[in-house]
């Protein structure tokens, strides 16, 4: 989620259990990662002291130690993000790839 003049995402940190996966970097420009399409979601009411609070609240509920693609990745930070800021959610295709693997995985331990 890219708010004022900063993208915010989550992941596996190499930085310990305890550390958290929530970080920051130029927009379009996070380590391992292939920039994608983007979307306007709207604008915050928040100010960026605000934002910056928020996030470290946030900090604290999205650990390293806790990332699962399907069910706690990115995406879902993200979406978290975007309804406590009060902007439009993540758009559905931003869930496919999880929801296409959580598919997979549920027709291969069926056979």
């Known amino acids: 989620v890219e708010v004022y003049g ?5 992941g596996r940190a ?3 259990d305890s550390a958290t996966g929530v970080f920051t970097c130029s927009p379009g420009l996070a380590e391992g990662q292939e920039p994608t399409n983007r979307a306007a979601l709207g604008v915050t ?4 002291g605000k934002v910056l609070l928020l996030l470290q609240v ?9 990332y699962n693609a399907l069910s706690h990745g990115c995406a879902h930070f993200c979406s978290d993000l975007c309804h406590a800021l009060q902007v439009a959610d993540v758009p559905a295709w931003v869930f496919a790839a999880a929801r296409s693997a959580a598919i997979s995985r549920a027709l291969a331990s069926s056979c």
Do not use: C, V
């Open 6 to 10: 900063w993208e915010w995402s989550y």
């Open 14 to 16: 190499q930085h310990g």
């Open 45 to 48: 009411k928040w100010t960026p």
């Open 58 to 66: 946030m900090e604290t509920d999205w650990l390293a130690s806790d």
